[in-house]
């Protein structure tokens, strides 16, 4: 009996290793928001009034603790084409915010975007798409603040349907977008095909 | 009735009370209303002011230093005892609130406010290069130790399995 079963277990065992080599062969992509943490699919976890905005001050610092991203913040622009400008990629932890925008915490808009990877592998915003609503999104200021976001949602764009009034509009309180790609990669096609985006409103200050 | 006019006083008295407070400093720099239009605009837009102020066919010279758009003139506009002028808002001029004035030839003044706002950006932002996409190094390497583990299980099983068959 104990042959046979140790037969049965060298069997398994075979099967688990081939199973392992097999599914760990195949390309490994970054997080895809699920329909779940779309607007579409209902409200977000913090319906509530969201907190007074703060007035402006330069972010330094950005943090989502859920999945573990702790990055510095630079300045960004625009370039020719209007787009926002993307952090340099060798760094591969930091993000950037426009600084000609809305600062993080004040009333409107802020906007910040970072490399979901580089051509040496994962960088700052590669969780971005695992995020879900309620999470939460910390940014400390220059005036030693620190703006408390909760996620309210998280969408993807295909790079050519990119909504900027959706993204990029004013606000009438303080919002935040985390910006960065995703969306399918493909070699022929150039790249990622779009973008993730996390939606964020301000909930609290420290 | 009574309570009426009991707030009616209230009324009265509150709003003595702020006319006591806020007349000295309406009064402190005597500034006429400049209409800035828009009252909110991006770098290289061309913003219009004007005033009453200057008083019919009157002039002034307008301050708009704080975004760092230099002075400009003011000079009567079709409409009567308007002046009106324009400046540009310069490309680097950051976000924020700036005060413009006017200082009309006729000694007066007048302030107004125009907000910056740059535009925001527009479509999507290049933010990867793929890098990180491939296969799942550890888990192969996990699979291969499992497969390496099964053939030794298998090898030894098969050797006893041998050496059984011989004792009996």
Known sequence: MSGRS???????????????????????????????QAFAAGPAVHTDAAADPLPPSEPVRLRIPETGVDAPVTGLGLAANGALDVPPAADRNLAGWYEDGTTPGAKGTA?????????????????????KKGHRIEVDRRDGRTAVF????????????????????????????????GGGFSEKAGGYQGNVVAFGHLIGVR | MRTTARLLTGTAVSVAAIGVFTAPLAHAGDFATLEVYPSSASPGTTVTVNTTACGKH?????????????????NPSTHKEVVVGQFTVPQHTK????GISVA?????????????????????????????????????????????????????????????????
């Open chain 1, 150 to 181: 909760t996620v309210d949602a998280v969408e993807v764009y295909a790079n050519e349907d990119f909504p900027d009034e959706k993204v990029y509009g004013e606000a009438d309180r303080a919002e935040i977008r985390v910006i960065t790609c």
């Open chain 2, 95 to 98: 976000p924020g609130t700036y």
């Open chain 1, 111 to 131: 906007i910040v975007a970072g490399h979901v990877d580089n051509a040496e592998g994962p960088a700052v915003f590669y969780t971005l798409g695992a995020l």
């Open chain 2, 58 to 74: 009157g002039r002034g010279v307008g301050d708009a230093n704080s975004l760092g758009a230099g002075e400009f003139q003011l």
């Open chain 1, 6 to 36: 140790k037969g049965w277990g060298i069997a398994v065992a075979v099967c688990v290793g081939l199973w392992l080599v097999q599914n760990g062969s195949e390309d490994v992509t970054p997080p895809v928001p699920s329909a779940a």
């Open chain 2, 104 to 168: 009309c030839d006729n000694g007066k003044t007048a302030r107004g406010d125009l907000t910056v706002k740059h535009r925001p950006p527009s479509g999507h932002v290049p933010t990867g290069v793929g890098g990180s996409i491939g296969p799942d190094t550890a888990q192969v390497t996990a699979g291969a130790a499992v497969l390496a583990a099964a053939a030794v299980g298998g090898a030894w099983l098969l050797r006893r399995r041998a050496s059984g068959a011989q004792g009996h």
